[in-house]
């Protein structure tokens, strides 16, 4: 007789630090972690209810825990594993957790501009008692000061979603749309990225990377979405910017997200989205030219979701008219090129939303990876260097 596992349906609160630290575990270890997380809920809203109330950003120990410099935790195993059959395989997973690196982020200023780097996040052993087992965890101070601040805040998971999920990349994903991308960021850098959605820790390419994590997410949390499983569902493309200071060409990529809550807006979203259209018929009256009726007309095709792209289109838009006037090449006709980009922009923008909620084209896309591939790009160096510490800073 199969095993009945009771699934609890209670949101998991995680601070945006849990959702956005990189692991070198694999895929079952970072399910395991989950897990822990879930089962450690009490201790992470109390950590969340000290800073706010202190108003810090500096969970706080006991004197027991800050002289050992550990906190230990003690969960049953079946509370890891609740297949009787595979918790064999949680004990080999949960010893080998200590060889693996953990990379947390920080916040300098108002900005998310580096990772910290640790060794080892935990320590394990087992105990036997009443025939049960019980995994015996400890976490070190020094890495809890770090994965339990609320400096870059914290959201809540919804576990029922977090089941449907298959593939490490998309449950990833999920984390970091609640951590980083719902609170109004659009871009990332691929190789961070991957990385966080991954055990891997480099890729041949940035195709391989856009192949082996970002499609499979997004191909599983589409088809999520439309079974009704999953509420939100992005699309997303590579883009190159040029670094001024450096003067060279960084890769990002730009993330567009489509909750159920984008059909049906709430009156505060609806004032917002009026503002912003009511900002964009104003630059295009007034930057390009554009005439009233025809300015009014585009501003109010702007969506919701469709914000940050427009931002990103607007802004490079304005500072190529601007280059070319200063550079005695004025655009002849300034009002039609934003005009024409524009329509372009929204035919494209609806065409990738009808897609992703299975609708069909009215024309085929093109084979092949197309603008936005980098699969001739030089790969990626691996992230971790032998210190066990991030490269990366706020010029990445």
Same mark, same amino acid.
């Given at each position: 007789?199969?095993?009945?596992?009771?699934?609890?349906?209670?949101?998991?609160?995680?601070?945006?630090?849990?959702?956005?630290?990189?692991?070198?575990?694999?895929?079952?270890?970072?399910?395991?972690?989950?897990?822990?997380?879930?089962?450690?809920?009490?201790?992470?809203?109390?950590?969340?209810?000290?800073?706010?109330?202190?108003?810090?950003?500096?969970?706080?120990?006991?004197?027991?825990?800050?002289?050992?410099?550990?906190?230990? !935790?003690?969960?049953?195993?079946?509370? %890891?594993?609740?297949?009787?059959?595979?918790? /064999? @395989?949680?004990?080999?997973? =949960? &010893?080998?957790?200590?060889?693996?690196?953990?990379?947390?982020?920080?916040?300098?200023?108002?900005?998310?501009?580096?990772?910290?780097?640790?060794?080892?996040?935990?320590?394990?052993?087992?105990?036997?008692?009443?025939?049960?087992?019980?995994?015996?965890?400890?976490?070190?101070?020094?890495?809890?000061?770090?994965?339990?601040?609320?400096?870059?805040?914290?959201?809540?998971?919804?576990?029922?979603?977090?089941?449907?999920?298959?593939?490490?990349?998309?449950?990833?994903?999920?984390? !970091?749309?609640?951590?980083?991308?719902? %609170?109004?960021?659009?871009?990332?850098?691929? /190789? @961070?990225?991957?990385?966080? =959605? &991954?055990?891997?820790?480099?890729?041949?390419?940035?195709?391989?990377?856009?192949?082996?994590?970002?499609?499979?997410?997004?191909?599983?949390?589409?088809?999520?979405?439309?079974?009704?499983?999953?509420?939100?569902?992005?699309?997303?493309?590579?883009?190159?910017?040029?670094?001024?200071?450096?003067?060279?060409?960084?890769?990002?990529?730009?993330?567009?997200?489509?909750?159920?809550?984008?059909?049906?807006?709430?009156?505060?979203?609806?004032?917002?989205?009026?503002?912003?259209?009511?900002?964009?018929?104003?630059?295009?009256?007034?930057?390009?030219?554009?005439?009233?009726?025809?300015?009014?007309?585009?501003?109010?095709?702007?969506?919701?979701?469709?914000?940050?792209?427009?931002?990103?289109?607007?802004?490079?838009?304005?500072?190529?008219?601007?280059?070319?006037?200063?550079?005695?090449?004025?655009?002849?006709?300034?009002?039609?090129?934003?005009?024409?980009?524009?329509?372009?922009?929204?035919?494209?923008?609806?065409?990738?939303?009808?897609?992703?909620?299975?609708?069909?084209?009215?024309?085929?896309?093109?084979?092949?990876?197309?603008?936005?591939?980098?699969?001739?790009?030089?790969?990626?160096?691996?992230?971790?260097?032998?210190?066990?510490?991030?490269?990366?800073?706020?010029?990445?």
């Amino acid at each position: 007789m199969a095993e009945k596992i009771k699934k609890d349906s209670t949101p998991i609160v995680e601070t945006n630090a849990q959702g956005l630290t990189i692991t070198t575990f694999t895929q079952y270890q970072n399910k395991l972690l989950l897990r822990i997380i879930a089962c450690k809920q009490q201790d992470i809203r109390d950590a969340i209810t000290q800073q706010t109330n202190d108003k810090t950003y500096n969970p706080v120990f006991t004197a027991e825990e800050n002289a050992s410099g550990y906190r230990t !935790v003690r969960i049953p195993l079946n509370k %890891l594993e609740p297949r009787n059959g595979h918790r /064999q @395989r949680a004990k080999q997973a =949960l &010893s080998e957790m200590p060889d693996k690196h953990i990379f947390i982020p920080i916040i300098k200023g108002n900005k998310m501009v580096d990772y910290v780097g640790f060794r080892t996040f935990l320590y394990v052993k087992f105990e036997y008692k009443a025939h049960q087992t019980i995994a015996v965890l400890f976490f070190p101070i020094i890495i809890l000061r770090y994965y339990l601040s609320i400096d870059l805040g914290y959201h809540y998971l919804d576990p029922q979603q977090l089941r449907c999920f298959k593939h490490n990349s998309t449950r990833q994903m999920y984390r !970091v749309y609640k951590s980083y991308f719902a %609170l109004g960021k659009n871009s990332f850098s691929p /190789q @961070r990225l991957a990385i966080t =959605l &991954s055990p891997k820790d480099k890729f041949a390419s940035y195709s391989a990377i856009k192949k082996e994590v970002f499609q499979v997410a997004k191909k599983e949390m589409d088809l999520l979405y439309q079974n009704g499983l999953c509420d939100i569902h992005f699309d997303f493309k590579m883009t190159e910017t040029r670094n001024k200071i450096q003067n060279k060409e960084k890769q990002k990529v730009l993330f567009t997200f489509y909750t159920r809550q984008d059909d049906t807006l709430s009156e505060s979203r609806k004032d917002e989205l009026e503002a912003y259209q009511a900002r964009i018929w104003f630059i295009l009256k007034n930057e390009f030219g554009v005439n009233e009726h025809t300015a009014r007309d585009l501003g109010q095709q702007v969506k919701i979701w469709m914000i940050a792209e427009m931002d990103e289109l607007i802004l490079h838009k304005m500072w190529f008219a601007n280059k070319m006037e200063t550079q005695g090449n004025k655009l002849f006709n300034k009002a039609g090129y934003i005009v024409n980009a524009l329509k372009k922009f929204f035919r494209e923008m609806n065409q990738k939303k009808d897609e992703s909620e299975g609708i069909p084209s009215d024309s085929e896309e093109t084979k092949g990876d197309g603008e936005g591939s980098m699969s001739n790009c030089t790969p990626p160096a691996s992230p971790l260097d032998p210190n066990g510490q991030f490269y990366w800073n706020e010029n990445d």
